[in-house]
């Protein structure tokens, strides 16, 4: 275990067994579908390339880059889109995957920009979600785990850019990012 971490709160083999199963139902439900998924950096990254492979239907991929915290630890609300998706997304049925949802501000600012696009239908896959950090409202039609109101790493989530490439989900130790 990294020595910044507290505790490892989802191993290696959870996250595999969890991405296994909700590419099984994104398949089930997709079948037919023309499907784009989309992924939002940097977080998703890793989560999205190990859910795309369990998927097993034809599907397009873009990726969007949106600002949330910068060093800090809790959303400021204020979001800001560095990359915009390569295409037209009018009449496709779309799927945002997401690292994690805390606040729930960023994931609003864009699903509010994409379905003012007319997306066929716009659904969202967050593998981590901290219900209890809720400000806004969100339908999750896909969520890996519901986690406790803890600053976590691992697996493409950062922080200040670094412990993306830890294997599982660790609980960062506090003194690491408290100033
Ligand atoms: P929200 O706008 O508060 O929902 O923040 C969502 C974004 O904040 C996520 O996409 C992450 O990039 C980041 N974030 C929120 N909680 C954590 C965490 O525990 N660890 C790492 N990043 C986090
Ligand atoms: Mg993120």
Known sequence: ???????????????????????????????????????????????FADLLRAIDLPLETDFVAISSYGHSTSSSGVVRLL?????????RNVLVVEDIIDS?????????????????????CTLLDKPER???????????????DKFVVGYGLDYAEKYRNLPYIGVLKPEIYKD
């Open 134 to 148: 809720r400000m806004v409202d969100i339908d999750l039609a896909y969520n890996g785990f519901s986690i406790p």
């Open 104 to 124: 729930g501000l960023t994931l609003k600012y864009l699903l509010d920009n994409l379905s003012s696009r007319k997306p066929a239908s716009l659904a969202v």
């Open 1 to 47: 275990m990294h020595l910044d971490v507290e505790s490892i709160l989802i191993t290696t083999e959870q996250l595999q067994e969890k991405v296994k199963e909700l590419g099984a139902q994104i398949t089930k439900d997709y079948k037919g579908k023309d499907l784009l998924a989309v992924c939002i950096l940097k977080g998703s990254v890793i989560f």
């Open 83 to 91: 990359k915009d998706l390569d295409q037209n997304i009018q009449g």
